[in-house]
DNA sequence: CTCCAGGGATGAT
DNA sequence: ATCATCCATGGA
């Protein structure tokens, strides 16, 4: 077999990837929502890893075009069996509900595979997007496994069993600050055994979230976001400083003391039963559309030095 | 420079 | 039960 060199025209025709059909799907948008941090751009499409194999994605139009894993893997990593339309029909008619959901249109929630998920949310905590996605590149490319998809190098999430061989010291190296102690804390717990997350997928919801929260590093916030982008708990509503901030402007408007359990009762019990869902559109919404976003620059290339303040 | 970020753990009211 | 404080770090 020939083995493919060098680099090929950026619109070739499709040699070596496995085309899959994906109507009402947005690879860019899901990507780009806040539930996944390692997937990087490259040329018109993007390159990470579906659990241990490396991946390189692209979208045209409903279809996609993937080198590495099986269109099996493909399927079920993006979730694009999730009914969409009718999860969409399930949201409560509102105005705000209405403007995210068209605004988030195609936007799924993925499966990730649990000890990634995990791990990476416990970083993630009172950190803005940018840097999780900075300290899941540091923990890949220090403990991963480098792997090779077309002329790319990408690195697999470490396992718990890696970690745990670490320090708290080394994953401090990596920028984790005080989440180093709890990521290395439950890394342990994992790779011991005492703590088996692929046996917690039979546990109803309640008991899910108990256990998750039992970790170090773990509260309701971070168990939400597992269960949801892990476990598949399409009903779990993490609630952050965004969401917070959604929730009591757009249905607790001009009310002086709405408590977190209040917020938590109403959005259990108004979003209905795929509120998760809800709550990912509600988040990208108002974090793409909030004035305090993108201006950060507006040409090619700041200018380092021209009569700075000195 | 200041402000803030997909929070959690702990201890005091 | 709610509130206050601390925890590290870096992007905007």
Redesign the pocket.
């Known amino acids: 077999m020939p083995l493919l060199t060098s680099s090929r025209g950026l619109l070739d025709p499709p040699m070596k990837f496995t085309e899959i059909s994906a109507p009402d799907f947005d690879l860019a948008k899901t990507l780009d929502?806040?539930?996944v941090f390692h997937w990087e751009k490259c040329d018109a499409g993007f390159a990470g890893t579906i659990g241990t194999e490396p991946a390189c994605v692209k979208q045209r139009g409903n279809e996609l075009f993937v080198i590495g894993p099986s269109m099996q893997k493909v399927r079920r990593y993006f979730a694009l069996d999730h009914p969409l339309a009718e999860i969409c029909a399930s949201f409560p008619d509102d105005p705000a509900m209405r403007e995210a959901r068209d605004y988030c249109n195609g936007l799924r929630i993925i499966r990730q595979p649990r000890w990634e998920c995990l791990a990476t949310f416990i970083c993630?905590?009172?950190?803005?997007?940018?840097?999780?996605r900075?300290i899941s590149r540091a923990l890949r490319q220090r403990f991963g496994a480098p792997k090779k998809v077309v002329d790319l190098v990408v690195h697999t999430f470490p396992s718990s069993e890696r970690l745990a061989e670490t320090s708290e010291k080394e994953l401090?190296e990596c920028?984790?600050?005080?989440r180093a102690k709890?990521l290395f804390a439950t890394a342990r717990l994992a790779a011991s055994g005492e703590v088996n997350l692929e046996k917690w997928s039979k546990l109803s919801d309640v008991e899910l979230r108990e256990k998750l929260?039992e970790?170090?590093?773990?509260?309701?916030?971070?168990?939400n976001?597992v269960m949801l982008f892990a476990y598949e708990r399409l009903g779990a509503f993490?609630?952050?400083?965004?969401?917070e901030r959604v929730l009591k402007e757009e249905y607790f408007p001009r009310k002086r003391?709405v408590?977190?359990?209040r917020l938590r009762a109403f959005s259990a019990s108004y979003f209905g039963p795929h509120g998760g869902y809800a709550?990912?559109y509600l988040?990208h919404h108002a974090?793409k559309t909030s004035p305090r976003k993108q201006?950060?620059s507006s040409g090619k290339s700041g200018q380092p030095l021209s009569a700075g303040p000195n």
Do not use: E
């Open positions: 929502s806040g539930q993630s905590s009172m950190k803005q997007i940018a840097h999780i900075q401090r920028a984790l600050g005080y709890n929260c970790l170090p590093g773990v509260g309701g916030k971070v168990a976001c993490p609630i952050d400083v965004w969401i003391k408590t977190p359990q709550q990912q988040f974090r201006q950060h």
